[in-house]
């Protein structure tokens, strides 16, 4: 059981790091206040391939390192209290 608490532990750190960096890379997003105001078009080629492109990937790979790192904190939560 020692072994499966390192090895968890190991790959948890690999994935607190990499969230790290990868949220760190990323652009804003939002357009804030001015956005708001002075209105934003939608329906221009880029935001309909928004998914296609770098920030596309850099967002989803946010998500899915972010449901990692969920899923490993519960576990190794439970692996320590057994």
């Known amino acids: 059981m020692e072994i499966v608490k ?3 532990l190991g790959i948890y750190l690999i994935v607190c790091v990499a ?3 990868v949220a760190t890379i ?4 939002s357009e804030g206040a ?8 939608t329906s221009n080629f880029y935001e309909k ?3 296609r492109t770098k ?5 989803r790979l946010t998500i899915i390192l972010s449901v990692l790192f969920a899923i490993l904190a519960v576990a190794l939560g ?5």
Do not use: F, M, R
Request: glycine content about 16%; overall charge positive.
């Open 26 to 29: 990323q652009t804003k997003d």
């Open 49 to 51: 391939n928004k998914g």
């Open 55 to 59: 920030e596309g990937a850099l967002k």
């Open 6 to 8: 390192y090895v968890g």
């Open 19 to 21: 969230l790290i960096i």
């Open 78 to 82: 439970i692996i320590y209290v057994i």
């Open 34 to 41: 001015s956005g708001t105001i002075t209105g934003s078009s």
